[in-house]
């Protein structure tokens, strides 16, 4: 089957899409976009999250014919500018300096949710960081610079505003 979507701002069409496919394979063996993570395939880690519609969900679980005609929007989306010369998020900036990167390979899943966090919630506090990032789990950070890391991204998104 054929699929087309807008990826990260640029419309795609990509062929021979079997039935089985995941959004996740699509993104990152068909389309070049290796920042998604393929961890747990069951939707239970959060390391493929994407935003759908402007929604995060896990990639793994989305079969790439339900993205037909929507809008994705990955972690490599999320950097401003052009192939590059791109400015990174506020978010994955804060990710480098609270050290919250370790093996990286929870990263993109973190920083897809805690963006989707601070663009809902400017200010949250830490238990609404630990709670909006639940469905991702990391083995390597212990969480704490990953909660600074968004307490500091939100703290910066407030200050440009």
């Known amino acids: 089957m054929r699929v087309n979507l807008t990826v990260n701002g640029s419309h795609q069409v990509v062929d ?10 699509l993104l990152r063996e068909r389309m070049g976009l290796p920042g998604s993570k393929n961890a747990c395939e069951q939707g239970e880690c959060g390391s493929c999250t994407v935003y759908l519609d402007g929604l995060p969900v896990c990639s793994c679980l989305v079969a790439a014919g339900q ?17 590059g010369d791109e400015r990174l998020d506020p978010v994955q900036e804060a990710f480098l300096e609270a050290g919250a990167v370790q093996c990286g390979f929870c990263t993109p899943g973190l920083i897809v949710q805690s963006h ?4 809902r919630n400017p200010a949250p506090t830490d238990a609404e960081i630990r709670e909006a990032l639940a469905g991702n789990l990391c ?7 990953i909660v600074d890391a968004v307490r500091l991204a939100a703290e910066r998104k407030a200050a440009a505003s």
Not at 116 to 119: T, Y
């Open 139 to 145: 083995r390597c950070t212990g969480y704490e610079k």
């Open 116 to 119: 989707d966090l601070i663009e």
């Open 16 to 25: 021979d899409v079997w039935e089985g496919e995941s959004l996740l394979f």
């Open 67 to 83: 993205a037909e005609g929507r809008k994705v929007r990955t972690v490599e989306g999320l950097a401003e500018g052009q192939p």
